[in-house]
């Protein structure tokens, strides 16, 4: 695996795709905005309560984080947003000048492996939806530990869990209705297993960035050849689709004890594209009490030690 690329192709992916992140990605919108609110509240308006708060946002995208925990912060605090994508930073800044939001704020370009930011500054860590973009997972939970306050907090949210694809029921209960819910399922499916042949299959460079993304990794030489669309996306969401076990991230966290856990969106894309369904809702509650802890999404919360002693 090489990481370099991995990042590089991240990199490239969301500087050129002139996408707003988040409206590419509705479901964090719908699934985990309201659940980093009712973090939020708890961590600034009940745990950490004294002034001058720093809160270091990896992976800050164009903003959702920050603005997400805007109304519990004040002028004293202190937000530093760290992105490999520099044209996200720029739009991330635009947005929180245009939401007039009151804390203080910096924005830092990474290198996606090490963060530019001191030992121990932060009262907060959080990262959304980015530890799935990343190759090496341990190396990226010590910049984590580096970078927390003893005492601290870490905010882990919207990543993919890897106990619902290894739940068969949940597994085959999603793929029964995906097959219901999208005629063109199981076309799909036998063209991807190469059962069929179509014009769906792997089309390189099907549009101007994804022809721009390879002239640029061919250059530099991370490869030799173009990428398809599919084979680019699968770089940039290298940890997608088989996700996390919590007890992994537990043992690349030995400094930090984990207080809180939800899992949520029991039924993955189904519940996504048809969340206003009555049916789909109430499967998906019903299935979020039978298997608390194997939904597709989850959202953790931990606390660094105050001492650097492992639990």
Known sequence: ???KLIARANELYYDLMNGDYEEDHREILLLTLSRLKKISDSLFNHWIKKNNRVVVDIGSGTGFVPLSIASDLNENDFVIC??????????????LESAGVKFKRTFLKSDGINYPVADEVADVVMANSMLHHVSDPEAFFKEVSRIAKKGGYFVLSHEPNAKFQNNKVLWTIYRILYLLYNPRALFE????????KTKITEIK????????????????GFISSPLSEHKLNMLVEINSIKGFFIEDIKKM?????LIQIETY???WWIYINHHRNPF??????????IYPYDGK????VFQKNETNVTK
């Open 253 to 257: 966290l030995p400094l930090f004890k």
């Open 205 to 220: 460079n099907q549009n101007e960035a994804i022809s721009e993304i390879n002239q640029i990794l061919i250059k530099e």
């Open 82 to 95: 760290t992105d490999i994508y520099e044209g996200m930073l720029k739009k991330e800044q635009e947005n």
């Open 1 to 3: 695996m090489n990481k």
């Open 189 to 196: 499916s036998l063209n991807r297993r190469g059962w069929l």
């Open 297 to 300: 999404s989850m959202i953790l």
């Open 280 to 289: 789909i809702r109430a499967i998906d509650a019903i299935l979020k009490i």
């Open 265 to 267: 969106n029991h039924l």
